[in-house]
């Protein structure tokens, strides 16, 4: 196939492709546990939250204008804008590394994997903001690599550390860019270590984590301590290690997995090489150390593939390089697949959430629903209207007191509520429970009126997320009535049940977790 003699037009194109697909899709899936959740940074501006960096909140709060416009568009279109962004930057490191049908290459791979492509470029999570600065400041990395005349410009220099620290300000493990950079200076550039510029670029990263610092200083550290928490096995957990590699053999799209490693295959067995020795080693110590660390991590500890999912971006460019090495060809065949295997997943997924007649998950009566995935993206914008429709049924009946209160003990499905059910009514929504399970709903309640002695309250409870609500919720309430159940269908089945509970007379007042 003949190649164009600019790819600049057909990247844009892909990028408005899958601008305008997003778009279509946005609206057709409920949102899911993380992203309701993050809604609550939102409606609390700080310097940090329990778990993540501000900035996630603040891409929110630019793109629903605020909060005015909370919906499932409007939430998405920070994620959407950020990928379009990360796409383009892709391009222009591919056509500084070597040429624009690299970037082509490499934007194609981006796409197509389900990590960069769609967990972090549709979902609303910390990793979407953070995109954007992770490429970009790979992209001034190559400059300073590449071009001579880079090394000396103090305004490169303060861009690199400006883009690293709003990436930290996104999730703190953007730092793994300086430790990559680091190491292909000591392996390449060793004469940079006498340049002033690289110094106050790492200061200019570390200023930037100031108002991190700030907000843990003043919440004793919690952050650090929760997440120390989720590191601290000490013995060998040879499933929680084979379950890292599955999860980023499926979030890199298997198709994508395979040629990455393929390539870095080929790439050490010297079957193909880059115009300079310095780009190969570069990528490399931007990936690969990132990439260990945390298979050492998931031996001892459970992990998330998506924790290590930036680190695969820099291999995007071994795989176009050993395409571009190849004979020309404007789109391969395998990146078609690729893509296919996106967009096949895609539509499984949305029929599912849509139309399934059956949850996939548990059968059980007890926890019916439970585990299955479709159901965080389901149901919870028509348990709003219904229950909205109770409450005044209730009052109206006399059977409830007028102010009662949503209350929830854990962030899910605490965000669900507080977004579906809570928001659209004013109503209150109040944890109780424990910090740890609760997360960033400890601080909203300092922003809330506390629950009050003589108060009645709701609590609701999914069957995919059993709850013992008497244990739960008895110390601080006379009556707790026996429990309505809403039914979730879906194509024609019950794929879920919601427990409406009555609780009747605040008796005791939770004492608050934070201070």
Same mark, same amino acid.
């Given at each position: 196939m003949l190649l164009v003699k600019s790819y600049t037009k057909p990247v844009l194109?892909?990028?408005?492709?899958?601008?305008?697909?997003k778009l279509l899709l946005a609206p057709l899936l409920e949102l899911g546990n993380d992203e309701v959740y993050y809604w609550t940074y939102l409606l609390r501006p700080d310097w940090n939250y329990f778990d993540h960096p501000p900035m996630v909140g603040w891409m929110m709060r630019v793109f629903t204008l605020n909060g005015?416009?909370?919906?499932?568009?409007?939430?998405?279109?920070?994620?959407?804008?950020? +990928?379009? /962004?990360? @796409?383009? %930057? $892709?391009?222009?490191?591919?056509? #500084?590394?070597? *040429?624009?049908? =690299?970037?082509?290459?490499?934007?194609?791979?981006?796409? +197509?994997? /389900?990590? @960069?492509? %769609? $967990?972090?470029?549709?979902?609303? #999570?910390?990793? *979407?903001?953070? =995109?954007?600065?992770?490429?970009?400041?790979?992209?001034?990395?190559?400059?300073?690599?590449?071009?001579?005349?880079?090394?000396?410009?103090?305004?490169?220099?303060?861009?690199?550390?400006?883009?690293?620290?709003?990436?930290?300000?996104?999730?703190?493990?953007?730092?793994?860019?300086?430790?990559g950079f680091g190491l292909f200076i000591l392996l390449q550039k060793r004469q940079w270590l006498s340049n002033p510029r690289l110094y106050v670029s790492a200061l200019i990263t570390i200023l930037c984590l100031v108002p991190i610092l700030y907000w843990n200083i003043q919440n004793d550290f919690i952050t650090y301590k929760f997440h120390s928490e989720r590191v601290t096995n000490t013995g060998i957990q040879i499933d929680s290690f084979i379950q890292e590699i599955v999860g980023e053999f499926a979030y890199q799209n298997p198709i994508v997995f395979l040629l990455i490693w393929i390539s870095v295959l080929f790439f050490a067995m010297r079957k193909f090489r880059f115009r300079q020795n310095r780009i190969g080693i570069w990528l490399l110590c931007m990936s690969l150390p990132m990439l260990f660390l945390f298979w050492g991590i998931a031996l001892f500890n459970p992990t998330l593939p998506h924790w290590s999912g930036p680190a695969y971006i820099p291999l995007y460019f071994l795989v176009a390089g050993w395409f571009e090495l190849g004979k020309p060809n404007f789109f391969p065949i395998v990146f078609?697949?690729?893509?296919?295997?996106?967009?096949?997943?895609?539509?499984?997924?949305t029929i599912a959430v849509k139309f399934s007649p059956v949850n996939f998950g548990s059968k059980s009566p007890e926890a019916y629903g439970e585990y299955c995935p479709t159901l965080d993206l389901s149901g919870w914008n028509k348990l709003g209207e219904q229950f909205n429709i109770m409450v005044a049924e209730d009052i109206q009946k006399g059977e409830m007191k007028a102010g009662a209160v949503l209350i929830t003990n854990k962030w899910f499905p605490g965000g669900h509520l507080e977004f579906y059910v809570a928001r659209p009514m004013g109503m209150p929504l109040i944890g109780i429970g424990a910090l740890q399970d609760l997360h960033q709903f400890a601080w909203l309640n300092k922003e809330r009126s506390p629950l009050q002695l003589g108060q009645d309250a709701y609590a609701i409870v999914p069957s995919n997320l059993p709850l013992n609500v008497v244990d739960a919720y008895g110390p601080y309430f006379k009556t707790i009535e026996k429990p309505e159940k809403l039914l979730q269908q879906r194509g024609g089945g019950v794929v879920r049940y919601f427990y409406i509970y009555q609780l009747k007379e605040c008796k005791k007042i939770p004492s608050p977790l934070i201070h």
């Amino acid at each position: 196939m003949l190649l164009v003699k600019s790819y600049t037009k057909p990247v844009l194109y892909l990028i408005g492709i899958n601008i305008l697909v997003k778009l279509l899709l946005a609206p057709l899936l409920e949102l899911g546990n993380d992203e309701v959740y993050y809604w609550t940074y939102l409606l609390r501006p700080d310097w940090n939250y329990f778990d993540h960096p501000p900035m996630v909140g603040w891409m929110m709060r630019v793109f629903t204008l605020n909060g005015f416009w909370a919906s499932e568009i409007s939430l998405r279109l920070g994620s959407i804008v950020a +990928a379009a /962004i990360s @796409t383009w %930057f $892709i391009f222009k490191i591919g056509k #500084l590394l070597s *040429s624009e049908r =690299m970037g082509w290459y490499a934007a194609i791979l981006y796409s +197509a994997s /389900i990590y @960069t492509g %769609f $967990i972090a470029g549709f979902f609303v #999570l910390p990793d *979407s903001p953070q =995109m954007p600065f992770w490429t970009g400041a790979l992209y001034i990395m190559g400059h300073l690599m590449l071009r001579k005349s880079d090394e000396n410009n103090w305004g490169i220099w303060l861009l690199l550390g400006l883009v690293i620290g709003l990436a930290a300000l996104c999730k703190v493990h953007a730092l793994f860019l300086w430790a990559g950079f680091g190491l292909f200076i000591l392996l390449q550039k060793r004469q940079w270590l006498s340049n002033p510029r690289l110094y106050v670029s790492a200061l200019i990263t570390i200023l930037c984590l100031v108002p991190i610092l700030y907000w843990n200083i003043q919440n004793d550290f919690i952050t650090y301590k929760f997440h120390s928490e989720r590191v601290t096995n000490t013995g060998i957990q040879i499933d929680s290690f084979i379950q890292e590699i599955v999860g980023e053999f499926a979030y890199q799209n298997p198709i994508v997995f395979l040629l990455i490693w393929i390539s870095v295959l080929f790439f050490a067995m010297r079957k193909f090489r880059f115009r300079q020795n310095r780009i190969g080693i570069w990528l490399l110590c931007m990936s690969l150390p990132m990439l260990f660390l945390f298979w050492g991590i998931a031996l001892f500890n459970p992990t998330l593939p998506h924790w290590s999912g930036p680190a695969y971006i820099p291999l995007y460019f071994l795989v176009a390089g050993w395409f571009e090495l190849g004979k020309p060809n404007f789109f391969p065949i395998v990146f078609k697949l690729a893509l296919a295997l996106v967009i096949a997943i895609l539509l499984v997924v949305t029929i599912a959430v849509k139309f399934s007649p059956v949850n996939f998950g548990s059968k059980s009566p007890e926890a019916y629903g439970e585990y299955c995935p479709t159901l965080d993206l389901s149901g919870w914008n028509k348990l709003g209207e219904q229950f909205n429709i109770m409450v005044a049924e209730d009052i109206q009946k006399g059977e409830m007191k007028a102010g009662a209160v949503l209350i929830t003990n854990k962030w899910f499905p605490g965000g669900h509520l507080e977004f579906y059910v809570a928001r659209p009514m004013g109503m209150p929504l109040i944890g109780i429970g424990a910090l740890q399970d609760l997360h960033q709903f400890a601080w909203l309640n300092k922003e809330r009126s506390p629950l009050q002695l003589g108060q009645d309250a709701y609590a609701i409870v999914p069957s995919n997320l059993p709850l013992n609500v008497v244990d739960a919720y008895g110390p601080y309430f006379k009556t707790i009535e026996k429990p309505e159940k809403l039914l979730q269908q879906r194509g024609g089945g019950v794929v879920r049940y919601f427990y409406i509970y009555q609780l009747k007379e605040c008796k005791k007042i939770p004492s608050p977790l934070i201070h």
